[in-house]
């Protein structure tokens, strides 16, 4: 399981192979995902309840400090993402 520095650097890296994103479910826009690449072509997309608690933390305060920002109405489909 991903620590929070390990988490932070994925989140960042926008080339790597294992990247990381943060995402908003279009239905309930107070939840949030967090997708990666799991081999083969598949993404592997948990709710942030799933991962550590430290992360969860982390991600409610960089969107609630304005540094990760939800776009409304902006839907991304998975190619779009890479």
Known sequence: MLNLSQ???RLQS???P?????AVDIQN???LY???PEGQGNLLCA????????INVY???IVASGELIKVPDEIHHPEQLQ
């Open 29 to 31: 826009d107070s939840q």
């Open 34 to 36: 967090l997708i990666s």
């Open 18 to 22: 294992i990247w990381l994103r943060a």
């Open 59 to 61: 991600i409610v305060d």
């Open 14 to 16: 926008k080339t790597s």
């Open 47 to 54: 709710p942030i309840e799933c991962h550590r608690p430290e």
């Open 7 to 9: 988490f932070k650097k």
